[in-house]
Every structure is written in C-alpha cells, then in structure tokens.
C-alpha cells in the first residue's frame, strides 16, 4: 500500500493530465488559414488569444491594453493571413525596458 501523500500527488497528476487533454488536442488557430478580416474579428471577439502565426510560431494579440498585466503596455501587431501578408490584427503586450520612452511604442 503506497503513503497516503503519494497516492494524494499520483491521483492530482492524473486529474490534471484528464484536465490538460483536450485543450492540447483543440489546438489554436492560424492566422495563415483565415483572412485578415477573419485574424482580426477573432482578436476582437477574444480579448486575448493566442494564434498561430504559420509553422511551429506563434504568438498573443490583445485587442486593447485591458487585456495585459497592469505594467505592460500594446504595440501595433501584424500577422500574415491568407489575403494579406502583414495583416494589422490587433496588439501584443510589452514590458517597456529602461530605454523606452513613452510614444516610442
């Protein structure tokens, strides 16, 4: 009979690998199947998502600032999209460095 501790940790990981299962099998849309309007209208519905940004890339496009950390700031994103190869899709969100300035993003 295994401690009480480990047959606890065993039974969480097993929870937790049902749990993860079927997100990692949904997989995230590309943004190289959709058309601009497509990339640009799911950013807009989701607030915040990650897309694919063709093979193995990837990244997070936020509709506005509200949906990053409260020290991050938005800067312009561009994916390329079926029709467009530098689609405007919304904004990634940033911690600005030292040498940034206000307006230089």
Request: glycine residues 12%; proline residues 9%; charged residues 20%.
């Amino acid at each position: 009979m295994m401690p009480r501790s480990r047959t606890s940790r065993l039974y969480a990981l097993a929870l937790l690998a049902l749990a993860a299962g079927p997100a990692q099998a949904q997989g995230r849309p590309d943004t190289t199947a959709l058309t601009c309007g497509q990339a640009r209208g799911t950013v807009a519905r989701a607030g915040g998502i990650v897309l694919g940004t063709g093979g193995p890339t990837y990244d997070r496009f936020v509709r506005d600032r509200g949906f990053c950390a409260p020290t991050e700031f938005t800067k312009a994103a561009f994916a390329p999209t079926r029709d467009n190869p530098r689609c405007f899709v919304g904004y990634t969100c940033f911690e600005p460095g030292a040498t940034d300035w206000p307006g230089d993003y």
